[in-house]
Structures are given as C-alpha cells and as structure tokens.
C-alpha cells in the first residue's frame, strides 16, 4: 500500500509569491489533515477534511490560506500572497477512520519565503 | 483543552545502554496517545498507539511506552539503544470524539543523540 505522499519536497519563493502544495492520501483514507511546524516550534493542526468537506479548519492562520479537497481525493493548500512567517515544512496525514484513529503522514515540504 | 510536554529537548545515551523520553499530557477526556518518530530528512513515522486496552504498549523497533492515568504520563522507553534510534520524538495525543480540534496536539519533540 503506497504511503501519504506531498509535493514537493522543497519549495523556495519570494514574499508576496503563491505556493501551492500537494497531498496524495492513502487510497481509502477519507480523511485528510494538514500540519505545520515552523522553526523552533511543535508541529501545529491547520485543518482537518472528511472526503471532500472540511471538517475542521480552526488552526488555519489566516485567509492567505486556502485549502481543497475536490472530489476527495487529493488536497491542496495555497498560500497567497507568501509571507516570511509562513516558512516552515507542511505536513500531510490521512487516516481510514477519524477521531482518535492513527493518522499517517507524508514527508513533509519544506517552504521557504525568502 | 489538550497539550502535551517533552521534558527534554534533547536526550543523549551510549549505545547498548536504556532509552528513556519523558511525556506528560493533559486531556478532559479519555485521550488516545501516541508517539512518532522522524529520522533525517524522513516523514513522521508511527512508533505506538494507547487507546485504552492495555497500559504498556509495545511498538516497533523495541520501544515501548507505559500509560499512567495518576501521573498523567506516557514515557517512551526501550532497553537497548542503537544508533540507528537517532532521530526526533514526538509525543502527542488526540481527543478523539471528545471535543476540542480535530487535530491532533504534538508536544516540541525530543532529539534522541546515540553516543558510539
């Protein structure tokens, strides 16, 4: 069974640019969360989809950030415009079941906005 | 509200010798618990997982992590260290269904160093 996986892996832009990432789930998980962990921090929730339907998106920072589901399968999160608090490495997990059920996460992009 | 503390930053043991990383977690609710690993440039990967069946929870790779209600506690442990343990851990628990984000609440990880 293949794993999470995101692209990309690195990505390095400039203040003011639009990133955008992306999340393969594992086939059959109908639930898709999205991580952060910027320099020196834990690694913080941003938001949480079931199927194609955002579930919970409280710990998204702001409205520079848009996230997507369509037609639940993969997901993207924009950021736009970029700003230098926005570095860090974003993570993806998915998992079968919800609350509470092990979630598994891909490796991570790293963003840099320079 | 959830939130979980690592005691240590960083933890540095000899090879061959006991693994010990410290966890305390506060939870309303009857939390599931976890810890995962990230080794150099690698995604996060699951070690264990309590929910509530048994209280000592053997995962891969030797570890294990023992569940205590009455110290809030969930301590990451392995008898014989090697090197390949080096790597960053991270403790962390979910609410499940009991309120709260869905997410789940990691603590700030510790760097487990492997002296030859």
């Known amino acids: 069974e293949a794993g999470v996986t995101q692209f990309p892996s690195h990505s390095v832009i400039e203040k003011g640019q639009t990133v955008t990432l992306r999340c393969d789930p594992i086939s059959g998980h109908d639930n898709l969360y999205w991580y952060r962990r910027v320099m020196g921090k834990e690694i913080k929730f941003l938001l949480h989809f079931v199927k194609e339907s955002k579930q919970d998106e409280s710990g998204m920072p702001n409205n520079r950030f848009l996230a997507e589901r369509t037609g639940g399968t993969y997901s993207t999160l924009k950021v736009q415009p970029a700003e230098l608090e926005d570095s860090g490495v974003y993570f993806c997990?998915?998992?079968?079941?919800?609350?509470?059920?092990?979630?598994?996460f891909g490796p991570g992009t790293r963003l840099t906005v320079l | 509200a959830q939130s979980v503390t690592q005691l240590d930053s960083h933890v540095s043991v000899s090879e061959g010798t006991p693994v010990l990383l410290r966890c305390n977690y506060s939870?309303?609710?009857?939390?599931?618990l976890f810890w995962y690993v990230q080794h150099p440039n690698k995604g996060l990967q699951l070690l264990l997982k309590y929910t509530s069946a048994a209280t000592l929870v053997k995962g891969i790779n030797g570890f294990e992590a023992e569940f205590k209600k009455s110290e809030t506690s969930f301590h990451l442990t392995k008898p014989s260290a090697h090197m390949s343990d080096a790597a960053e851990y991270f403790c962390v628990v979910s609410e499940g269904d009991g309120g709260g984000a869905d997410g789940l609440t990691f603590g700030k990880g510790t760097h487990l160093i492997i002296q030859p």
């Open positions: 997990a998915s998992s079968r079941r919800g609350a509470g059920d092990t979630q598994y």
């Open positions: 939870s309303s609710y009857s939390p599931s």
